[in-house]
T-cell receptor, first 109, second 110 residues
């Protein structure tokens, strides 16, 4: 499976935008870029996914580089409830998701 | 609630006992997954089913672990002769086009 690289941790202030980066230089043409987040003591929660074009939903936006070797998850206004571990995962839909160590996002009031 | 449901949410057991976890997936989903997660780590894949067929098993799934999905609906994960190293959160997920996770079942082996 192609791997992703994310920073171990990031900090943000409440009500400010947050940009969470992910590098995936070995991405293949069939890999979708998925983002999940995991709040403390809960199961992972689906956030968003995309293939080539930027995507928006009620939770976040996903910006995908033109060469698809990197992507950025954008939380437009961070809240304290957004404090979680965010996982960037490449997934073809054929097998199971493979989680890395993710980015721990801290949100300061 | 129409999400993935897991039971029990918490289980404390003595070393050497058997434990069983149940997962009820989202009803129209034909794929079901089991993961294990220890403190500070990301979830690790254990096994997955397409309907009732178990299609893949991780090397983490030792012979003390067995998973079933007899009618292609709910699934069970049994751990026999539990060891302290089995203490973890066991996550179930199901998918149609997108994978959705349950809240997990916490196991503590004392």
């Amino acid at each position: 499976d192609a791997k992703t690289t994310q920073p171990n941790s990031m900090e943000s202030n409440e009500e400010e935008p947050v940009h969470l980066p992910c590098n995936h230089s070995t991405i293949s043409g069939t890999d979708y870029i998925h983002w999940y987040r995991q709040l403390p003591s809960q199961g992972p929660e689906y956030v968003i996914h995309g293939l080539t074009s930027n995507v928006n939903n009620r939770m976040a936006s996903l910006a995908i580089a033109e060469d698809r070797k990197s992507s950025t998850l954008i939380l437009h206004r961070a809240t304290l409830r957004d404090a979680a571990v965010y996982y960037c995962i490449l997934y073809t839909g054929r097998r199971a998701l493979t989680f890395g160590s993710g980015t721990r996002l801290q949100v300061q009031p | 609630d129409t999400g993935v449901s897991q039971d029990p949410r918490h289980k404390i057991t003595k070393r050497g006992q058997n434990v069983t976890f149940r997962c009820d997936p989202i009803s129209e989903h034909n794929r079901l997954y089991w993961y294990r997660q220890t403190l500070g780590q990301g979830p690790e894949f254990l096994t997955y089913f397409q309907n009732e067929a178990q299609l893949e098993k991780s090397r983490l799934l030792s012979d003390r672990f067995s998973a079933e999905r007899p009618k292609g609906s709910f699934s069970t994960l049994e751990i026999q002769r539990t060891e302290q190293g089995d203490s973890a959160m066991y996550l179930c997920a199901s998918s149609g086009n997108t994978i959705y996770f349950g809240e997990g079942s916490w196991l503590t082996v004392v």
